[in-house]
């Protein structure tokens, strides 16, 4: 086989090659299957037709089937942990490698190197501020396996003219960017599903902009698609050198994440931005990615979670909307490590070592802000499918870690089963944990102003100079 045409072993000079696979997602699923030696599944929740006996469960006395959540302040062997030392020395590595071996995978420990390009620059502005928009790519080393190219497009917008370094928001992007990375035209690079941008009719990018921090769009489905199919391809087909998964491999949600570390390595080199301050924020799918990226990479400062739901801030124990049994089908699987698999089929969510309020709780002490829409089914809602109340519960249980940690949680109490949920439009913003509900449909938008506000406490961006007549 000709090294153009296949992936090596090690380098692009080997011979031995193998042939990158191009699986359906059936294919790939029932692979991860067989390696796990399951035979069948249990089926998801149906979010969409009310007549299916599969429909979602909206009924809170039937929500809580394992209400008693893993201790994040226990250790394995039982003892509880009663000093911050105890936390970062024994008790976080404990649910890291949980995490890693038994829900999202681990990053392989040789992922190919970036290089970064600034593609172009271009002054502009938002509203009446100057800024400078730069599109650029971060290519991955493909040599060890030629026919799988791996690129990272992202945009950077900067204020033009500050005084010192800027914070900057890592935003996780639907869709594609409207430049052109590399040769050919980027639709024929991006396999993955298409989406809007479900910014709710907010320019929070100018909101962003006109606070004093720069923003990033990282497109992740270009770099890892949104889709099993794609699992022998992007960054994690790379490493795999086009070859399927093991059970402890990445899924989507970790590579995701990885593209984002990849864009704080690159402005933690820039000049202009205060690599100390730079965020992550996404929605919905992106909004678990969001979250992985704060729990694992320590770099990173503050973070917007929005409307993350089953896989990301919901707790995975609660039978409401989403299930963990959708996340193993054949739709979602991608996301997690194949491992996750055998919690849809001979286990079940409650025999799963950690839950969301773990993740949350790899934040701390960092500033973390949780966004959802209202959970109505009346026009304005995103509907129950997330599960707002099981994600407030992971949120309350996060709580007790902040605390050990010196932070302020939600201040409603421990008591995750009981604790009140604000009502809408009404936040709870006094701590370094925040929750705000708002009733603006399936987004961020309406929340990016409190969010702002909020994080001024943390973030603190030099002061814009006046706008200049003709700048």
Not at 357 to 381: M, Q
């Amino acid at each position: 086989m000709r090294a153009d045409h296949g992936c090596a072993e090690g380098s692009a000079a080997s011979i031995n090659q193998a042939t990158p696979l191009h699986w359906s997602a059936a294919q790939d699923h029932q692979n991860m299957m067989d390696q796990l030696g399951i035979k069948s599944l249990r089926r998801g929740a149906d979010g969409f037709h009310t007549n299916s006996p599969y429909y979602e469960n909206t009924d809170e006395a039937k929500a809580n089937p394992y209400p008693v959540l893993p201790d994040p302040l226990t250790l394995n062997n039982g003892k509880p942990v009663t000093s911050a030392a105890m936390w970062w020395k024994l008790r976080r590595p404990e649910i890291v490698r949980a995490f890693e071996s038994e829900m999202y995978g681990s990053v392989p420990s040789r992922v190919p190197p970036v290089r970064w390009q600034v593609l172009s620059s271009v002054k502009s502005h938002e509203g009446a501020l100057p800024v400078l928009v730069e599109n650029c790519v971060g290519r991955v080393d493909h040599a060890s396996c030629p026919s799988i190219q791996v690129d990272l497009p992202m945009t950077l917008t900067l204020p033009a003219r500050t005084i010192g370094r800027v914070p900057v928001i890592i935003h996780f992007a639907f869709g594609q960017p409207s430049f052109q990375w590399g040769m050919g035209n980027p639709a024929e690079k991006v396999h993955g599903r298409h989406w809007g941008n479900f910014d709710g009719g907010v320019n929070w990018q100018q909101l962003v902009l006109s606070n004093g921090w720069g923003c990033a769009e990282l497109f992740p489905t270009v770099y890892q698609e949104d889709d099993g199919s794609g699992l022998t391809r992007g960054i994690i087909g790379l490493c795999n050198h086009g070859q399927p998964r093991k059970p402890g491999d990445w899924g989507a949600l970790r590579a995701w994440a990885w593209g984002a570390s990849r864009v704080l390595d690159f402005l933690s080199a820039d000049p202009r931005v205060d690599a100390r301050q730079i965020g992550i924020e996404g929605l919905s799918r992106f909004g678990k990615a969001a979250l992985v990226t704060m729990a694992f990479d320590q770099r990173f400062a503050i973070a917007l979670i929005g409307s993350s739901g089953e896989g990301g801030v919901k707790l995975s124990r609660r039978n409401w909307g989403e299930l963990v049994e959708n996340l193993t089908g054949t739709g979602e699987y991608h996301w997690m490590a194949g491992a996750f698999l055998k919690y849809g089929g001979p286990l079940t969510p409650g025999d799963l070592p950690v839950d969301a309020h773990e993740l949350i709780a790899l934040c701390a002490p960092r500033p973390v802000f949780i966004s959802y829409g209202a959970s109505g089914g009346k026009p304005g809602s995103e509907g129950p499918w997330l599960d707002q109340h099981g994600s407030f519960m992971a949120a309350v249980a996060a709580g007790p870690v902040y605390r050990l940690l010196g932070r302020k949680d939600l201040g409603v109490g421990d008591d995750y089963l009981t604790a009140p949920m604000p009502p809408l439009n009404t936040g709870l913003l006094d701590g370094d944990l925040a929750w705000r509900q708002h009733d603006g449909g399936h987004t961020d938008g309406p929340n990016w102003s409190y969010f702002l506000a909020w994080a001024n406490r943390y973030i603190h961006a030099p002061p814009l100079p006046s706008a200049q007549p003709g700048s």
